[in-house]
């Protein structure tokens, strides 16, 4: 499963009509590297994953490989590897993560 596949299964599960950066980072934890990064950042996985479940829904601003996205996710390379990729999400909600190392 792709990684915009594994973030649609998100986006469906939490009600959203869109791939938002919360997805694609949910999908980034889902396995592998990105099960560890939390930890690297400093922030619980637990709690890293409740506050992107419950972040505000974005509405889509256009479509990547036919998956309605947010303008956060159409502005992050397509060419990107994971760690540009979860750099350019960090980067686009880096306050809130921020403020989430401090609830964990």
């Not at 972040?55 to 994971?82: K, M, N």
């Not at 540009?84 to 980067?91: D, N, P, Y």
């Given at each position: 499963?792709?990684?915009?596949?594994?973030?649609?299964?998100?986006?469906?599960?939490?009600?959203?009509?869109?791939?938002?950066?919360?997805?694609?980072?949910?999908?980034?934890?889902?396995d592998?590297?990105?099960?560890?990064?939390?930890?690297?950042?400093?922030?619980?996985?637990?709690?890293?994953?409740?506050?992107?479940?419950?972040?505000?829904?974005?509405?889509?601003?256009?479509t990547?490989?036919?998956?309605?996205?947010?303008?956060?996710?159409?502005?992050?390379?397509?060419?990107?590897?994971?760690?540009?990729?979860?750099?350019?999400?960090?980067?686009?909600?880096?306050?809130?993560?921020?403020?989430?190392?401090?609830?964990?």
């Amino acid at each position: 499963m792709s990684l915009l596949e594994r973030a649609h299964a998100h986006a469906v599960r939490l009600g959203h009509d869109r791939i938002g950066g919360e997805e694609l980072l949910l999908a980034v934890l889902d396995d592998g590297v990105g099960y560890a990064l939390p930890g690297a950042w400093g922030i619980s996985r637990d709690v890293l994953v409740w506050q992107l479940e419950k972040a505000a829904s974005s509405p889509a601003a256009g479509t990547v490989d036919g998956y309605p996205v947010t303008a956060e996710v159409l502005g992050v390379p397509r060419s990107s590897g994971l760690v540009e990729l979860v750099v350019g999400l960090l980067a686009a909600g880096a306050e809130r993560l921020a403020s989430w190392a401090n609830t964990g």
